[in-house]
Each structure stands twice: as C-alpha cells, then as structure tokens.
C-alpha cells in the first residue's frame, strides 16, 4: 500500500481503524465486503474515495454513518467511538447517501430543508438565514416552494446536498454527488464541494466513479478494491509514483507506425485533417527521445508534441489493475 | 439536544403531507364508510338490536383507527425505505425509535380527528347515537398501544424481509376477530389479545354510558398490561430485526 502520511497524537476528524464487514446470508456463502480498511482524515480535509463497484466504499461510509453494522474495527468520528456512541458521533455527520432520492418529493424545496434541519434539532428560527443562503447559491431560490419532485435531477441532487448541510454538522460524507448529472450541473456542484471545505472548514469524505471529481474537488486520495485499501496518499504524490506521462503526438501525414506501436504504450491514434494524432504514455525522458528518434529515422515531420498531465483514471487504473502491488 | 424541535419537524411533515394529499385521504375514507354502511345496514335488515347496532358502529371505528395506526408503522417505513429516506431518518442525534414514536403521536393525532368525525357521521347517517365521552380519548390512546407494538414488530419484519404485504392483510382480518371476540368467547383469551379489551371498555362507556370512573382497577390493569406488553414486545423486536438489517446491510434497501 502506498502511504505518505504523517501519524501523530492530534484528534482526527474521522479514524477508521481495520474496519471488516462480512455479509453472511441466509443461504449462501458469506461475503467479505471490507477487509481491514484503516485510514484517518484530518478537520478539513476533503478526502476521495475511490473504487470500481462492488470495492466496498459504500459499505465502508454507510459504517461509518451507523448504518451498517461492521463485523469488526474500530470507527472514531471527532474522537467519539462511532460504534458505542453512534448518537453522539452522528450528531457531527450528515450524509449524501442516494443522491435525488435522499429527499422527500413530496415536500417543496424550503420545506425539505426545514425537515431536515429540525432532525438535526434546529429550529426554523435558528437556519433561516442558512436556508436564504443555500437557496441562493444553489440556485434555487426560484423553486423554493416547488414539490422537489417537480426539480430537475440536477436540482434534486443540489437539495440533497443542501439538506445534508443544513443539518449544520462540520463531518459530511458525500456518496457519489455527482451520479447522473449533466456536466454543467456536475461542475457546479464540484465547484460548491471546493467551497465547502476552502471556506467553511468541512471534513468531506467523498465517493465517485468519476476521476473528474475526485480530481478537481480532493488534495488526498484513496483507492479501495475487494475491500481492501490498495492506495492512501496526495493525489500529487500518487502522480510522482506511477510518473505516468501521457504525450500527444501531432505528425504530419497518415502514418501507420506499427514499430512505435510495438515498442511503446500507445493508447490511442487517429488520423485527422491529414494529420495523424497519436497518445502514447512514456514513463521516463529515454522513452520520449528514443520515439523522436525513431520518427526522425523514418523522415516523418513531427509539428507538435503536448505534454497531457497523468489524470486520476490512468492512476486508479494503474493501481487496481496490479491489484494492490504497487511498483 | 433538542428533542422538540425533531418532535415538531415530524408532526409538521406528517400534516403537510396529509394536507397535500387531502383529496386522496378523502377518497379512502369514502371507501370505507362505504363499506361500514353496508355492513351497518346489512345488520339491520336481519333486526339487530340498538346495542348490537351501536356496538358495530364503535367496533368499525376502532377497525379502521387500528388499520390506520398500524399502517402507520409498517408500510410508513416500507414507503421511506423505498423512497430513499428512511437511512436519513437514522442520521439525526436522536433515535430511530423515537423518531418512530413521534410520528405515531402525528397520526394518532390525525387519526383521533378522524376517528371522531367518523363517529359523528356514522351516528347521523344510521340514526343511532353513542353517549359521547371525552374521556374515550384515554381508552382510546391505551387500546392503540397494543396495535403499535404489532406495528413495531411488523415494521422490524418490513426492514428485513421488504415485502410483508400479505401479512399485513391478514393481521387486518385479524384486527376484526380481536375485536368481536367477546360476543363470540367468553374464553379469558379476550384479556390477553390486542385491542379487544380495550374495544369492550370503549362500548362500555360509549354504548353503556360509563366513564372512566366507573371502571375497576382491575379494568385498568388489563388494559395497561395488555397494552404495554405488546407495545415493549413490538420495540425490542423491532430493535431485533434492526439490528439484523443492520448486520446484513438492508436498510436503503427495498
């Protein structure tokens, strides 16, 4: 497992320490859906979590939340112990767990969030000026007394959020915000996570398919598959690791290259307007002078290279595909 | 914490609800008074007595409170489940349970409202008119306990298993042999079934004209025993069966 961080005395935000969940059925063989998961995340952070389906990241966030009951381990949440005192560590929590479908459609916007801030044991008085708020910066001070079943997905989704927030706890945990949503509304919603955290101090542990997200919205990073944690570190620092480094190549003419093809790592390429447009991933500099070296061998004018950064998909694919051995 | 402030959100969610689906709540209710009257007038075509006749209009009453309360419970969790909130329910600072109890006091409050109406349209319509007492309030409220504790347990079962449909039309049929047991057995079962005793308290005093008063404290002692049994009965089931869904991992499920 690849691991950068510091350990030290101070209380985290959250501490999961060798969660395990094993589903036993009534018929059938039990299913080991985590399998010894530890991390811990400071106030403030906002922490990606990572991992194709089935990997257990959402058995893992709905123990943390109560709702799952692990089979062993230990879950702290601002110090308090998660499994003994779950009133108490809830009363720090809120959580986005099924997107649109975690309000009630039968009620308007306003009334949603005032239902939701009154479980939380706040009164209307109290968030008031917290709703006008949210409303505006959703943008949805238009629909505020719309049956939320009448708002669009991406608007449903906006409210769900809000009324996680609303519930006014410093811990959030986001179950893939972004499901479902159009880029535009994905982006603003990203955009508003960033806030968050930058300006409200929240500790936000957030769970996405898309590496756009996680990408954009998280400094830190972790990677799980078959319950397992293959990956915990800087999203910067798992870049260093795999220095993984994905170039474009323009090259004048349609050319078939199939030694290039041979030798290197070459992920895609396609001919365009006469040109011929080639993505190939080179590890270390010797790779990338040996490939112009060979361009130039043939006479094959090269007009441009890009230099594309190593996304957050090539490295979680990368770590899950070596299925935990990392090199 | 602020532990009214929850109870308040849940009495207002649920009467905004019923507000917005007035028309809906209207139209069961015509259903049922539909088939209250043909029961009614089904009885009186074979010459029942005024007793009879009364008794029926307090025993359907009772029916469909206890279908209403008992409804509550059960398929009021199945819908959250399936609509996707019902894990939000468990994330507040208080506990499911009580969340659970402060939304059967929303109904039952509803339902009290309607059980009364009910009763006044009834007498007007078949022309036959119970001695009203406030104090049916307190027989009512005890009766129902019963009826919540099986609520509680079936509400565990909905958690677990999902689809209890069935179950709960038959514990309906039930609800209509507790509830006319005493004119079938005199068997000292009738003490120890739900509703039952507290049905025959509520003819007493609507039919027979007694207050709580004149009841014994023995009366009381069967009622509250009978009551609070299957109603602490129905929560550590219920705490059972929340705990094996949560074991297994069902509570978003449906």
């Known amino acids: 497992m690849i691991s950068s961080l510091k350990v030290s005395s101070i209380t985290y935000a959250l501490k999961v320490d060798n969660l395990e969940k094993t589903y036993t059925q009534w018929r059938g063989e039990p299913t080991k859906a985590v399998d010894g998961v530890s991390f811990a995340m400071e106030e403030g952070e906002v922490v990606g979590f990572l991992g194709p389906n089935g990997a257990g990241k959402t058995t893992t966030i709905k123990c943390i939340c109560g709702l799952v009951e692990p089979t062993a381990g230990k879950i702290s949440i601002f110090g308090i112990d998660a499994l003994k005192d779950t009133r108490k560590a809830v009363k720090n929590t809120s959580a986005v767990l099924e997107g649109n479908r975690n309000i009630y459609w039968r009620l308007t916007t306003r009334e949603n969030l005032e239902f939701f801030a009154g479980l939380h044991g706040r009164s209307k008085k109290e968030v008031e000026p917290e709703i006008i708020s949210l409303l505006e910066r959703f943008d949805l001070v238009e629909k505020e007394n719309a049956p939320a079943r009448k708002l669009s997905r991406g608007m449903q989704q906006k409210l769900a959020l809000g009324c996680a927030l609303i519930r006014g706890t410093d811990f959030l945990l986001l179950d893939e915000p972004t499901l479902g949503l159009d880029v ?30 996680v990408e954009e919205v998280c400094e830190r990073v972790i990677i799980i598959n078959k319950g397992k944690v293959l990956a915990d570190d800087l999203v910067e620092n798992l870049r260093n690791v795999f220095n993984v480094h994905l170039y474009e190549f323009i090259i004048k003419g349609k050319h078939r290259l199939q030694r290039i093809r041979d030798e290197h790592n070459v992920t895609d390429m396609r001919y365009v307007n006469g040109k011929t447009i080639m993505k190939v991933v080179l590890n270390d500099s010797n790779s990338f002078y040996e490939l112009v070296d060979q361009l130039k061998e043939k006479n094959i004018e090269l007009e441009k290279v890009k230099n594309l950064d190593t996304h957050m998909e090539e490295i979680f694919m990368n770590i899950i595909e070596e299925n935990g051995v990392v090199k | 914490m602020k532990e009214h402030i929850i109870f308040y959100s849940i009495v207002k969610k649920h009467f905004i609800e019923l507000r917005r689906y007035l028309l809906n709540t209207l139209m069961s209710m015509g259903g049922v008074f539909i088939l209250f009257m043909l029961v009614f007038f089904g009885l009186r075509s074979f010459d029942a007595g005024a007793e009879t006749l009364q008794g029926t209009i307090v025993g359907f009453a009772m029916w469909i409170f206890a279908a209403m309360a008992y409804s509550e419970m059960s398929w009021g969790l199945l819908q959250e489940a399936r609509d996707g909130t019902l894990e939000q329910l468990y994330l507040t600072p208080s506990t499911f349970k009580r969340i659970s109890a402060y939304r059967v006091i929303a109904s039952f409050i509803f ?22 007492n406030p104090g049916v309030v307190v027989l009512v409220g005890l009766t129902l306990l019963s009826i919540y504790g099986i609520g509680y347990i079936m509400g565990g079962l909905s958690l677990v298993f999902k689809k209890v449909q069935a179950g709960n039309q038959i514990l309906q049929f039930m609800f209509i042999l507790f509830l006319v047991l005493p004119s079938i057995t005199s068997h000292n079962i009738i003490y120890f079934t739900p509703i039952t005793w507290g049905n025959v308290l509520i003819n007493r005093m609507l039919v027979g004209g007694m207050s709580l008063l004149d009841f014994s404290l023995l009366d009381y002692s069967i009622l509250l025993l009978n009551s609070f049994a299957y109603l602490f009965t129905g929560i550590l089931i219920f705490s059972y069966l929340e705990r094996v869904a949560k074991q297994r991992g069902l509570l978003g499920h449906y």
């Open chain 1, 184 to 213: 535009k509304t994905s982006k603003e919603l990203r955009r508003f996570i960033l806030k968050l955290a930058e300006e409200e101090g929240k500790t936000i542990l957030l769970s996405s398919h898309d590496m756009n997200v």
């Open chain 2, 111 to 132: 339902q009290f409202m309607l059980f009364a109406a009910f009763l006044v349209i009834m007498m007007v319509v078949t022309g036959e008119y119970l001695i009203l």
